[in-house]
């Protein structure tokens, strides 16, 4: 199957549960992606180029599997699809975002009801605090 022609709702629930959930935290899943860019270095300086060689050989076999599992999941999401792969979630998001840098398939991202729940609970309760300090702040007198 074409990646080009995947359902977008199935690439925006997925990137949606790469980003947290409902909770939609980029922050950490920044950290984590710095932590995992970490440990495959420190691990690159003790394989051998026979290893890498395999293990993209390994990586491009598999990418007809991501892509059957990505459209027989009923909602993309990366639990469901990583369950269909029998790969963690941490892997499985490894091979969806190495296959979206060699453009073979699409992940886009959505801001959550949650997170704009959440973002719109925030802004109100800055407004009402920013609007009771100003009530509070004792008139100025004028200068004669």
Known sequence: MDPKNMNPEIGMNMMKRMMGGDDG????????MI?????????????TQELHSLFNDWLDTIKQDVLRAINKSASGELNEVAKLLGLSTESTAY??????????LILQAKSTPANRKAKAKKKAAKKKTTSSASKKKPARKKRT
């Open 25 to 32: 935290n980029p922050m950490q899943m920044c950290k984590d």
């Open 35 to 47: 932590a995992t860019v970490k440990q495959t270095s420190q691990m690159t300086a003790f394989s």
């Open 95 to 104: 091979l969806l975002a190495r296959m979206a840098i060699k453009e073979e």
